[in-house]
């Protein structure tokens, strides 16, 4: 089944994107992979910032060869069906469901301030979603819930006014490792949070990388073994090592249990500089030659309106525009 995954330009690349998501994606003949440009702008903004962000976002996509074998890499920004079906699906859409959603109760509810794309964004990512004819779509518990206003919006689309949507399932990744903070190990290693040394950057150079790992905070005791309760610091790095090298926790833990904290953070060090070099290199290429990025990204944009393109026009034609064929 073709992928379609979508990553917020909401900040620098972390290792914790990657090992948690980027290095898992694989391209095939019909699979997405978009800079969720968009979605970035829910929240407040730096105009250079994102930027910045969305061209490095996009140039790992490209360091990933996302766009080979027929897979479509994009910036949402540019394929205009994406704002287009939102605005559409906005239509049919509830206040009430939407008020719903947790994490618009989460963040937003008590807070006039909030945008209204904040509130409006599960729709977007329903549009996304339902361009392409996705089946699958592989999301975080966090995020299962807009996959159900996706379908629900499908259904209800599909009952008034026709099959014109596929009706697509959520698709929750067995085992997700969840890389944490390296100062902070009992919050998530993010984006768009201000943790300098407790966040690997993808674009890191190995000597900052190096000084970041051996600075981890480590846990009482000299015992290296996997018990995120007891040994949070620790267990973020076996995790990192594990979602690295492909070896188990298990197996570095055995080889380390006994060589002391030291010994260990310079192996996991090491892990991090040689098995994130190759997409380092060719993303810092591809951010050093922008004709060329620009070029992958244009390619990309065109053929992703291609392929939206008529599902726009079939839902628009299906709810009374006369001229949409
Ligand atoms: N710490 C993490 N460990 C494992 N996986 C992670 N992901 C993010 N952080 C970790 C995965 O990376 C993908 C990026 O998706 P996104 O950028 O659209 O959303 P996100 O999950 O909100 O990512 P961030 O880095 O935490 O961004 P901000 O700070 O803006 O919220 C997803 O597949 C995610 O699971």
């Known amino acids: 089944m073709p992928q379609l995954s979508f990553i917020k330009p909401t900040g620098r690349v972390t290792l914790g994107n990657y090992i948690g998501a980027l290095r898992h994606w694989k391209p095939s003949a019909g699979s997405v992979f978009a800079v969720a440009d968009l979605h970035a702008i829910t929240v407040a903004w730096a105009p250079d910032k994102l930027r910045e962000s969305i061209l490095e976002v996009a140039a790992v996509l490209a360091a990933l060869d996302l766009h080979s074998e027929g897979g479509l890499v994009f910036l949402q920004s540019g394929v205009p069906t994406h704002s287009e079906m939102a605005w559409l699906l906005e239509c049919m859409a509830r206040m009430g469901e939407m008020s719903r959603m947790t994490q618009f109760k989460a963040a937003g509810r008590n807070d006039g301030s909030v945008s209204v794309g904040f509130f409006a964004y599960p729709i977007l990512m329903a549009a996304d979603i339902l361009l392409y004819d996705a089946e699958g779509v592989p999301v975080g518990e966090d995020q299962k819930q807009h996959v159900e206003l996706t379908r629900d919006l499908a259904l209800r689309v599909n009952n ?85 090298s492909g070896e188990s926790r298990e197996a570095w833990a055995e080889r380390y249990r006994t060589a002391g904290y030291g010994t260990f953070k310079r192996a996991v060090a090491e892990v991090v500089v040689e098995e994130t070099s190759v997409v380092r290199t060719r993303t810092t290429a591809l951010l050093d030659h922008p004709e060329e990025l620009n070029a992958i990204l244009r390619d990309g944009q065109e053929r992703a309106l291609v392929r939206s393109s008529p599902k726009v026009r079939a839902l628009k034609n299906a709810i009374g525009y006369p001229l949409a064929d």
């Open 160 to 244: 008034l006014y026709g099959p014109i949507f596929t009706v697509p399932e959520p698709v929750i990744p067995a085992v997700g490792a969840r890389i944490m903070s390296l100062k902070t190990p009992t919050a998530k290693m993010s984006k768009s949070q201000d943790d300098p040394d407790g966040t690997v950057l993808l674009l890191d150079g190995a000597d900052e990388i190096r000084r970041k790992v051996l600075g981890a905070v480590t846990d009482s005791g000299r015992e290296v073994y996997f018990d995120p309760e007891e040994k949070p610091g620790i267990s973020n790095l076996l995790e990192i090592a594990a979602g690295l």
